[in-house]
């Protein structure tokens, strides 16, 4: 059995909840809040052998996995059907550089918003920054389905999670984003997004 080991509003979490429920595999999802308030001892054992006690974190067998791209790109090729990486090397060289743009301009905002200690200037900071990267990456939105191309991949997975929590960061789509936001509901209408969320995030829009 695979083990997933959860937030219940963590977007990194969610990004790995996605892709589970894409690949339709055997898997549990274990919710765990890292603060440790009125939590299973062991599930929060478990967190806590991440070196950084971050989230998600995968657990089969003997195997402990940790980061949310190595998580994800685990499970694409424990279960390769469908598969959300590109097949060719080139293609899968490109979406691994996109997602480390993602990891470099979107992930520190992201961190920033989640963060309920963050100070109100560093939110207003994060929220500014969020909104240019999201113009950027609208220029990139074009005539295919999902981001590049017509078949949902792990770009796709990564990057609905923060779409979705846009409006609950205080984060709007620019007017030139308009091309973003079409995309953003093509997201939020495949099943398995649908099928990930917990109650908390469902709720996080209105």
Known sequence: ?????????????HMSRILLYEKGCEFEIKTVDPEG?????EDLAVIRMSPYGELPVLVERDLLLYNVFVVNE???????????????PVGRARTRLFMHVLECELFPQVRVLQNPKASEERRKLA????RES????????????????DDFG???VI???ILWRLESWGV??????????????RLYARQSFIDSMTAQERSMRK
């Open 1 to 13: 059995m695979m083990y997933l080991y959860s937030g219940p509003t963590c977007p990194f979490s």
């Open 127 to 130: 929220q500014r920054r969020l």
């Open 154 to 156: 792990m770009l796709d």
């Open 172 to 185: 709007q789509f620019s007017a030139t984003a308009s091309k973003l936001e079409i995309y953003s509901q």
């Open 37 to 41: 308030l009125g939590q299973n001892q």
């Open 159 to 161: 990057l609905a999670p």
């Open 134 to 149: 999201l113009d950027i990456l609208s220029m990139r939105v074009g005539d295919t389905k999902f981001l590049l191309s």
């Open 74 to 88: 685990y499970i694409d090729e424990r279960f390769p059907h469908p598969q959300l990486m590109p097949a060719d």
